[in-house]
Structure formats: structure tokens, C-alpha cells
């Protein structure tokens, strides 16, 4: 046996030592990382056609998250967001937030829309994980859901403001109300916004179905002749700009188009002179002058050079309410920042939330009006 063979070995030895030292220590370090973090998810689609409005709001999320930071974190940690493309899918949805689960979030932000956010609150309903969605305003979304809450008024509300808004504010007598055959989110809004304005004393000339945008231009023309004193048609923002923009192209100038939170981005969309008679339902408005909105959009413009809209303002208030709710819980239990979330309340730009026992904010509701190329307030109704 060669003489250099122990010497070998015991290289051999050393190295290896020296590699389980390292991983050690490298293994110590990830630990400590993830001690330093608390670590919540976020699901937004941010491909797809309505993505734009989607990555405005996810540089909400970036806004709160910088504040907190700055402001020392949550019980002595840094605040860390993970980000995943839910794509506007359903199925899709139910994957990345198993990948969520799979990181031990403690909580999750999402979706947008209502028929994805509702797919997410089933998978997380099992899992007792806090949800909270910016914007999906179905009521069913957190119905019998103890761990679902939203940072936006419900469906039925919302309609409801719109129906006293058309009758006492505009002088709205007679109405139309377009709904999508697809789109069975908005069906119940329709209902309650027609038994509304029945209740004031208005009439409902017509429910109007439609099964694509195709279908505007003949369902329009039947009332050139004898215009109704408002549309009512809750859609998303792309949807309803080619509804704004066919009822201008044929002239019908003197009826008010109403709709509701889905609007907001509807600017993008439409002929500006087209927007003189729309007005639509918004949880936040950017020119409110209360000093915490103001500091707000200022900080939001200074860092992405653009006016936030709803879901920017929405996401923001969304990871403020968790980031409290984590403190007053004084950890990571799920049960213990749900009940947090139930019980606290929070003082955000969007008005004081406190949840009630669906887990739906009562808010403030903007009636939003597009004036010389600009989103602008015009009224706030006072939840």
C-alpha cells in the first residue's frame, strides 16, 4: 500500500468537513432570512387584456410594503410580498395558491375579478389562510368564509348608491339595464338597482340582455326615438367603453350612462367627448382632499409616475389591514389574524373599515365622472 494514502484520506476528510461547515452555515443563513421576513402572497392577473389596471395595483402593493419597510416593519421584521400571475383563471389560480401555501404565506392578497377571487376563496376556505381581495365584489365571495374578507363594498350596495344617485341626483326618471347573458357576477346588481329606482318612484322601461358587445348597436337604436333617462350596465371597463362609445356614435347624448366599480380604466377606452353623460361607482377617488389621500396619490405618483386608481388604492389598504392585523395578533397564527381582522378597525385612505359579519367593509362610494380627460369626483356618498 502506497505510504501517501493516509495522507489522503485525511485531505479527503478535511474537505469534507470543511463542506458540511459551509452548508451549515449557509443553511443558518437561509433560516435567519426567513426569520427576518414576514412573507405574504399575492394573486393578481397581470397578463391578459385587463392587465394594465392590474399592474397598477400591483404597484400598490409595492407602495404599502416600501412604507412599512421604512416605518420598521411588522413585529421587528421586514415585510416581504410574494407576487404570482393568476392569469384572470380560474383553474389557474387554485395552482398558484397552492405554490403560496407551499411558501407558508401567512396571509394572501387576491383576485381581482370575481368569478378567479371566488375559485381562490373555495381552495383557501379549506385551508383556514387569511384572504383578502382588493376589489371582487360579489357577495357569495365571502359568505360562510371566516378567513375571506374584501377592502371593497359588495355588489348589492353599490347598485343600490347607484339607483338613489340616478333618481335624486341626476333627475332620472326612467331607466334601462343592460346585462351581459354570460356575465351572471353583474345579474344580481341589475335586480337590485332595478327595485331601487322602482322604490323612489322611477320606472324601469326595459332589462336589455346582450351576449356580446356585437349586440350594442341593435339593442341602442331601439330608444333613438324615445331616449330612457339612463343605462344601467355593470361590466368590466373594456366591455363597457365599446357601450360609451357605440351609444355616442348613434347620437343618444341626452341619456346618462351608469356603471359601476368595474369602470374604473375606462378612460383608456373612449372617445373623450363620449364621456360627458358617464358616471360610475369607485371606492376611491384621487382628487379627495383628505391629507392621508393626498400623501397617497403624491407618494404613488413620485414613485411610478402615473394617478393611482381603485386597485391601486384598494391593494394599498389591503396590505396595511394585514400588516395591523398582524400586530395586534402579535404572530403568524391564521386564527389569530382573522380574528384581528374581524375585530380591529382600520383607518385607511378609503374611509374606517371595520368588517361586519361577512367580512365586508361598509365604505365610502365616489361617483366618478370623466370632466375635460380626467377622472373626477363628482360626489361622495358617506357610507
Known amino acids: 500500500m502506497p505510504k501517501n494514502i493516509p495522507k489522503k484520506i485525511a485531505m479527503i476528510a478535511l474537505l469534507l468537513s470543511l463542506l458540511l461547515a459551509a452548508a451549515a452555515i449557509s443553511g443558518c443563513t437561509s433560516k435567519q432570512v426567513q426569520q427576518n421576513y414576514i412573507t405574504i402572497g399575492a394573486l393578481l392577473p397581470l397578463t ?67 368569478n378567479v377571487t371566488n375559485a381562490l376563496a373555495k381552495a383557501a376556505a379549506k385551508d383556514g389562510i387569511p384572504v383578502i381581495s382588493p376589489t371582487a365584489s360579489h357577495p357569495i365571495i365571502t359568505q360562510d368564509r371566516p378567513n375571506v374578507f374584501r377592502a371593497i363594498f359588495i355588489d348589492d350596495y353599490q347598485a343600490e348608491v347607484m339607483a338613489k344617485f340616478a333618481y335624486n341626483s341626476l333627475n332620472a326618471r326612467t331607466a334601462v339595464i343592460m346585462y351581459g347573458i354570460k356575465n351572471h357576477d353583474y345579474k344580481q346588481m341589475c335586480a337590485v338597482f332595478g327595485r331601487v329606482f322602482d322604490s323612489y318612484g322611477g320606472e324601469v322601461v326595459a332589462f336589455e340582455p346582450y351576449s356580446s358587445v356585437e349586440d350594442f348597436a341593435n339593442i341602442l337604436r331601439k330608444y333613438i326615438s324615445n331616449p330612457p333617462d339612463v ?65 397617497f396619490v403624491r407618494d404613488y405618483f413620485d414613485s411610478f409616475s402615473q394617478m393611482p386608481l381603485a386597485g391601486s388604492a384598494t391593494a394599498y389598504t389591503c396590505v396595511y389591514i394585514l400588516a395591523e392585523a398582524i400586530k395586534t395578533a402579535g ?53
Not at 346618462?256 to 369607485?282: C, F, H, R
Request: with cysteine; aromatic share 10%.
Open 48 to 114: 391578459g387584456e385587463s392587465s394594465d389596471e392590474d399592474l397598477r395595483t400591483l404597484n400598490g402593493l409595492k407602495l404599502a410594503k416600501a412604507e412599512i419597510n421604512r416605518s420598521g416593519g411588522i413585529l421587528g421584521k421586514k415585510l416581504d410580498i410574494i407576487v404570482l400571475d393568476d392569469r384572470g383563471d380560474a383553474e389557474y389560480i387554485v395552482k398558484q395558491y397552492n405554490i403560496l401555501k407551499e411558501r407558508g404565506v401567512a396571509a394572501i392578497i387576491g383576485s381581482s375579478n370575481n
Open 331 to 383: 404572530s403568524l397564527d391564521a386564527d389569530a389574524i382573522i380574528s384581528a381582522m374581524k375585530t380591529n378597525e382600520f383607518n385607511t385612505i378609503t374611509g374606517k373599515i371595520r368588517f361586519d359579519e361577512n367580512n365586508n367593509p361598509r365604505i365610502n362610494v365616489y361617483i366618478i365622472h370623466i370632466k375635460d380627460g380626467t377622472y373626477s369626483t363628482y360626489e361622495k356618498i358617506s357610507a
Open 231 to 295: 343605462i344601467f350596465c355593470p361590466e368590466d371597463f373594456v366591455t363597457a367603453a365599446t357601450l360609451v362609445n357605440t351609444a355616442y356614435k348613434l347620437n343618444l347624448r341626452n341619456t346618462q350612462i351608469l356603471g359601476n366599480d368595474a369602470w374604473d380604466g375606462l378612460l383608456t377606452y373612449v372617445y373623450p367627448e363620449a364621456m360627458n353623460k358617464v358616471y360610475y361607482a369607485s371606492p376611491f377617488s384621487f382628487d379627495d382632499n383628505d391629507p392621508i389621500v393626498v400623501q
